[in-house]
């Protein structure tokens, strides 16, 4: 069973250092746009320097030739998971791919994000297919391209497994404890339940990061997702 992954939700490098001090163990941490805009490269460095693996979670989208470029510079930073939006089409993740040849980098696709609800896909996409169906198009079309995976709710992480087959990863965030505000995220599951329904990955922020006893959280909920609990 993989680790949790904690998103590291701080906005300097002295928050992520003050954190990471609690634990005597390697992680597996997630640093999104916030802190890697705010911290850059450096910040991915001192962490793997640390020995814990990295999700790079900058979700690129643009033109194939920019994103390809972009991933051979990322790629230089040997993390161990990176994406893209699948949004951007086809040919845009097969250039990321390709920028990525010769790493050991994961490479996933965003699908839906877990703020967006069926009503808003529609009327701000302008997509009227269900929620499911357009997760698992983007799954499919991810998997063509060659890259490792998706990023997508638990909701979709089984029907994902059927179609794609189990060695294609389902990382899903909005993972939280039963006992946990489910904040901006909509769609929403417990370690159990991610456990269950087919999730590859679980991604934790706040039910951690904000956790009086930071470690303590996270071997209860590593505990929950391996079933152990």
Known sequence: MNKPIIALDFASKQQVEEFLAQFSEPLFVKVGMELY?????????SIKLQGHEVFLDLKLHDIPNTVESAMRGLAKLEVDMVNVHAA???EMMKAAKRGLSGSNTKLIAVTQLTSTSEEDMHEDQLVYVSL???VLHYAK???QAGLDGVVCSVLEAGSIGEACGPDFLRVTPGIR???VSADDQKRVATPAEAQAKGSTHIVVGRAITKAGNPSESYAQIAAEWSGQS
Do not use: D, H, K, Y
């Open 132 to 134: 499911e169906e357009s």
């Open 37 to 45: 805009f705010q911290e850059g490269p450096e910040l991915v460095r």
């Open 177 to 179: 404890p039963a006992a």
């Open 88 to 90: 951007g089409g086809l």
């Open 141 to 143: 079309r991810a998997m």
